[in-house]
């Protein structure tokens, strides 16, 4: 028997995040990158935070969902929300936003997620893409509920003091604990419901237990990304979280490779920042040229690429080890190899 050692490769792990946190301190104090491209720089990570949660849902449980950016936006309206009215720039207050943000989006997920998970393939997409739409009107008449939201206008007056060591520290605890639940109980039941649901089922998994365990934790991931982006931007608008917005989270998952952490954070990066080229390449053009951008994207991958850009590999640091059970031999004892 083998269990999993989770702290192995952490050290590395941290000393790369200790790396990349200076190197933008520094680059940005020294007005190397200016601070146009430090926002796009916090973008990407509040996009691969809330892309890591897909990569849960969808990459280790294997649940494909195309409402993600409704639980983005309602972890930025609630977040912002909180800090509008009670917060006026106080960090107690700010990091309460964060987990109510968090919590709503997970609560949320976990009401629909109990009936529209025991749906299967293609019916699972259109169930969540329904409810993405479903939020999104909600949000451009928000006002007449709480007129604080400012509804289709959008919601401004949010205090701006998510800064770069916040965003960064979210964003690494994301990676951190999808690398350990991968390898957890968990997330080797999201794999046996991912290959084969029926097998897992017989095997004594609750494919419906398992598979809302992984939706409700990736949407949650979802709702505290949200949470940073209403309080790193000065506007929270609807057509930020619209049906387009959760297929930059599907793209990001799909060309990184289903289930590779690696693949997630490289592409969620690497695509805010071509995203952000090409806007100024097209200039007012590529708000109409998105959608074709989107499913051209998606057609060379699955032509070049179908098991994405990554898939199959993934950085050492990213995978805890296994080690034997018990105690190891001591020097010059046989060691016990029975099964």
Known sequence: MKRTNLTAGLPLVLLLALVFFVAREVLGSLEIINYYWQLILDQSLIITTAAIGLSIIYGFAGQFSLGHAAFFGLGAYTAGLISKLWGHGNYGVFLLSLVAG???????????????????????GI??????????????????????????????????????????????????????????????????????????????VDPTRVKTLA???????????????????????????????????????VLGGLGSMSGTIVTGVGWVFLLEVLRAVLGQSFLDFRGVIYALTLVLVVILRPKGLLS??????LIPRRVPEGNPPAKGETPNVSA
């Open 102 to 124: 968090a919590a709503l989006a997970g609560a949320v997920a976990f009401l629909i997620g109990l009936p529209i998970l025991r749906l299967r393939s293609d019916y699972l």
């Open 312 to 317: 199959g590999m993934e950085w050492q640091a």
């Open 127 to 204: 169930a969540t893409m329904g409810f993405g739409i479903i939020v999104k009107v909600l949000m451009d008449n928000s006002n007449k509920w709480i007129t604080a939201t400012g509804g289709a206008t959008g919601m401004t007056g949010v205090p701006q003091i998510a800064k770069f060591p916040v965003i960064f520290s979210v964003f690494l605890l994301a990676v951190l604990l999808a690398r350990n639940l991968r390898l957890s109980s968990f997330g080797r039941a999201w794999t046996a419901v991912r290959e084969d649901e029926v097998a897992a089922d017989a095997m004594g």
């Open 215 to 253: 939706f409700v934790l990736g949407c949650a991931l979802a709702g505290v990304a949200g949470a940073l982006y209403a309080h790193r931007y000065p506007i929270v608008h609807p057509s930020s979280f619209d049906f387009l917005k959760s297929f930059d989270f599907l793209i990001i998952v």
